[in-house]
């Protein structure tokens, strides 16, 4: 992640203009998977009106915006001050929102917290958050896992600020994944190839290795999904122009996420885990 904040503070505006139109234009097929994303991992976390959330890497705004449907007020961190602000002014532009120095003077009683924004946002970084211990019932974080090269540093960190009986959910990439993206990323990445200048550093897992790593930084599975197969694969996207097609896929998809030789190949995992 030594470059993301650089590449997001660069890029915010046209990555949060892309998603911006995700409710506009629900037959497109990429809005369609991102959503179900979305609802993955929410479903994973199962909050509950009343609990204090946190999503560590907020990015567009988009899974906040969903959460806020299930409780008030959630919180956000981010790496990049411009990713906040277009979170502020576009995604979340209908909600109050503020951009905090920190969360540790944040009240704890459900009422009154900073004149009752909905939203909190603030600078900070997954590998080392400054959160206050305790604070949170759900730490969320998707698709920022595959930025972090020292997972094991930072999964014990992410630990550190969870009070007994929250749930850290969260997506990883799978290295075996059906696209062949990450295997010729890291063989990209191993022989000196990328550009950190022009693209992000990314790092991907196994699911054995995965699964491993949260049990040496105290972690316990609770839940564990597998998307995104054919619908992330070049040979299908020609054949994926519809959501109603999108739909088609993903039960297929749900279908082979049950088979062991193909189960492996999925790109992404959800993961729902709490401190032991």
Not at 161 to 185: E, H
Not at 224 to 246: E, M, V, W, Y
Request: with cysteine.
């Amino acid at each position: 992640m030594s470059n993301a904040r650089e590449y997001y503070d660069r890029t915010s505006e046209g990555y949060v203009s892309k998603w911006r139109e995700i409710d506009r234009k629900p037959e497109n097929p990429a809005f369609y998977f991102r959503r179900r994303l979305i609802e993955g991992l929410l479903d994973l976390a199962a909050i509950r009106e009343g609990e204090r959330v946190v999503e560590m890497g907020c990015g567009t705004g988009l899974v906040l915006k969903e959460a806020l449907k299930r409780t008030r007020p959630v919180f956000g961190t981010d790496i990049s001050i411009e990713m906040l602000r277009r979170v502020q002014d576009s995604v979340l532009a209908d909600r109050r929102v503020e951009i905090v120095s920190g969360f540790s003077g944040v009240p704890r009683g459900p009422a009154g917290i900073r004149g009752g924004a909905d939203a909190y946002l603030m600078v900070d970084d997954i590998r080392n958050p400054s959160l206050p211990a305790g604070l949170f019932d759900v730490v969320l974080s998707l698709e920022v896992l595959r930025y972090v090269e020292s997972l094991d540093s930072c999964l014990a960190r992410v630990r550190s600020v969870l009070a007994p009986g929250s749930r850290f959910v969260f997506s990883a990439t799978n290295l075996w994944s059906a696209s062949l993206f990450p295997l010729r990323f890291s063989l990209r990445r191993r022989l000196g190839l990328v550009k950190p200048d022009r693209e992000l550093l990314q790092y991907f897992v196994t699911e054995g290795s995965l699964r491993s790593r949260l049990r040496r930084a105290g972690f316990e599975v609770t839940g564990f999904r597998r998307a995104r197969l054919a619908s992330i694969n070049p040979l299908f996207s020609p054949l994926i122009r519809t959501s109603a097609a999108a739909r088609r896929i993903e039960t297929a998809e749900d279908a082979l996420s049950r088979v062991p030789i193909v189960r492996g190949l999925f790109d992404t995992f959800l993961v729902a885990a709490r401190p032991c």
